[in-house]
Structure formats: C-alpha cells, structure tokens
T-cell receptor, first 111, second 115 residues
C-alpha cells in the first residue's frame, strides 16, 4: 500500500529558529514529491521535486529529495510567525497520477 | 480566473440525509479529486477522475459517489450522511498529462458537520 509519512507531527519554535520537516514515502511508480503550505484554508503549492540531490529554494524555504532513501526534507531558516501553518507533503504517482498526502506537520512559530 | 470553486463552504446535515458537494474548475484540467481532511489524518483521497466519464476510488470511498460528465465539474455525493463523515472536504484539480504543471490546485474547502 502506498504510504507517505511526515514527521514531526507538530513543532513549536521561536522566531529566528531554523526548522527541518521530514517526509518519507513508499509508493509504486513514483513521479514527483510536492510540498504544500496550508494556513487557514486550501493548501498552496511550495515545491515540486523529481530528481535526487537538487535543492529547490524560495526565499527562506528550501527542499531536497533523496530517491535512494525515499525521503525529502523541507527547511525553513529564520522562521517568522507567518510561517505558522500545516506543511503537507504529497507524492504524485505515474500512471494514475494520484496524489498521496502525508498527515502534515503543524508548525507554530512564537514571537 | 476563478480556479477551483467549491460550494457550499459550510453545511450541517442530519444523519441519513443526502447532499451533493459541488466542485468546478475553469483551467481545463483533466485530473480532479476529492479529499477529506480530519485532525491528525492529513488529506485522504476519496475519489478521483482522470477525465470526463472516468472515475476511480481513492483511499476512503465508502459512503460517497462521484460522476464526471464534463471536464469542468466533479460533484461529490453523500448518499446517507453519517457522523463519521463530519470533516473538511477539499476538491483539487491538476493537469494529468506529463507536460502540464504538476501541482494540484485546491478549492477553499467545505466544512461538513453531520449531527
């Protein structure tokens, strides 16, 4: 059965801290791994990763994929209160192109 | 550009009632899907569709029906609502073809309470 597991489930940090969120997966026909940020309502897209070892970066956020060990990490440096959200990892499969989501990591950044 | 539109935003149902959650997208996406989001469970796939006339079950399909008569619309039907179906429901769409943008676009969600 296809599975995506995120850790930790929740995290509380102070502004300025650096956090690392983890996503591991076991799926057949892996195509890509996506990260989303969910604040109050709908998830919004952050990154897509398809190749191992290539870092994607956007401002203070960065992410990398390891297809051999079947995991990805999302780093957030110099965290701000606006980074408080649920961060979702999803794996997209080939063939049916299904998205399989992890449980999410709830991040709270304290001022 | 509306993106993915879900209605209603909120709904309260009595046990045993039926209803349809509407989802429409104007991006000509082939792929549409329904998820439910429960605390601690993440997004779980209910049903999905890879094009008009084609639907398939996801992880938690029981108690739900879908149809896809047009590319734009993908309604989710609750046949006989149960308290276990209290959840937040998200509709999402994306390109199915490999050359399309990969990310899923989400509607704003429907918060459903079954009493």
């Amino acid at each position: 059965e296809d599975k995506v597991v995120q850790s930790p489930l929740s995290l509380v940090v102070h502004e300025g801290d650096t956090v690392t969120l983890n996503c591991s997966y076991e799926v057949t026909n892996f195509r890509s791994l996506l990260w989303y940020k969910q604040e109050k309502k709908a998830p919004t897209f952050l990154f897509m990763l398809t190749s191992s070892g290539i870092e994607k970066k956007s401002g203070r956020l960065s992410s990398i994929l390891d297809k051999k060990e079947l995991f990805s990490i999302l780093n957030i440096t110099a965290t701000q209160t606006g980074d408080s959200a649920i961060y979702l990892c999803a794996v997209r499969t080939s063939g049916t192109y299904k998205y399989i989501f992890g449980t999410g990591t709830r991040l709270k950044v304290l001022a | 550009n509306a993106g993915v539109t879900q209605t209603p935003k909120f709904q309260v149902l009595k046990t045993g009632q039926s209803m349809t959650l509407q989802c429409a997208q104007d991006m000509n996406h082939e792929y549409m899907s329904w998820y439910r989001q429960d605390p601690g469970m993440g997004l779980r796939l209910i049903h999905y569709s890879v094009g008009a006339g084609i639907t398939d079950q996801g992880e938690v399909p029981n108690g739900y029906n879908v149809s896809r008569s047009t590319t734009e619309d993908f309604p989710l039907r609750l046949l006989s609502a149960a308290p276990s179906q209290t959840s937040v429901y998200f509709c999402a769409s994306s390109y199915f073809a490999p050359t399309g943008a990969p990310e899923a676009f989400f509607g704003q969600g429907t918060r459903l309470t079954v009493v």
